[in-house]
């Protein structure tokens, strides 16, 4: 079946540089890729999206970027600070199951003060 | 605005035991899903409802049975637990149109072990 691949499955950086995660997907049909935030004991957030028609997204210090080419997309934090602490997840569209949302494993991040 | 509510938050049954986790939403959401969470794997599709009266299966279904018992309420139930069923289990609503998907808001999740 489809998936969604995300790697690295844990990232620990200084407050204040930033972080790449990284997701590639399996299904070219696939038009839809949000990122979701997971805090500790608490459901997954969706914190940014975008759609196949656009190559990029920003929203102040986080931004998402999106090769269909390639079949990967990127999620960018500038300027970490503490409270981004948490599990992301991105997930993809998979045709095969109706468009319904296909996750990757999740990455942990860690921002050390 | 309480968005989407699960009960209960955690619960622990023995092998062979059965119950039903309920989940609700006020946003007027025509889509609901049950997704189940476990280490290292994300969150896997169980089942999910377009609309009110239909449901369909997601990527793992097996040994879970849903009902969409209204708009608001999207019940999912384990008949027999069985240990490989213990996991965080949330349930989500959206609001689709158009074929297209669209942001999925979750509930906080139901934490089961099956002992």
């Known amino acids: 079946g489809e998936n969604v691949e995300q790697h690295p499955s844990t990232l620990s950086v200084q407050e204040g540089d930033s972080a790449v995660i990284k997701c590639t997907y399996s299904d070219s049909a696939s038009n839809y890729f949000p990122w979701y935030k997971q805090e500790l004991g608490k459901g997954p957030q969706l914190i940014i999206d975008i759609r196949s028609n656009v190559g990029e997204k920003k929203d102040q210090r986080i931004a998402v970027t999106l090769n269909k080419t390639a079949k990967h997309f990127s999620l960018h934090i500038t300027e970490t600070q503490p409270e981004d602490s948490a599990v992301y997840f991105c997930?993809?569209?998979?045709?095969?199951?109706?468009?319904?949302?296909?996750f990757g494993a999740g990455t942990i991040l860690r921002v050390k003060s | 605005n309480a968005g989407v509510t699960q009960t209960p938050k955690f619960q622990v049954l023995k092998t062979g035991q059965s119950m039903t986790l309920q989940c609700a939403q006020d946003?007027?959401?025509?889509?609901m899903y049950w997704y189940r969470q476990d280490p290292g794997m994300g969150l896997r599709l169980i089942y999910y409802s377009a609309s009110e009266g239909t449901t369909d299966k997601g990527e793992v279904p097996n040994g879970y049975n849903v009902s969409r018992l209204n708009k608001r309420e999207f019940s999912l139930r384990l008949e027999s637990a069985a240990p490989s069923q213990t996991s965080v289990y949330f349930c989500?609503?959206?609001?689709?149109?158009?074929?297209?998907?669209?942001?999925?808001?979750f509930g906080a999740g139901t934490r089961l072990s099956v002992l």
């Open positions: 989500a609503s959206s609001e689709e149109g158009g074929g297209l998907p669209n942001i999925q808001y």
């Open positions: 946003m007027n959401h025509n889509s």
């Open positions: 997930a993809a569209s998979i045709e095969e199951y109706g468009n319904k949302l296909v």
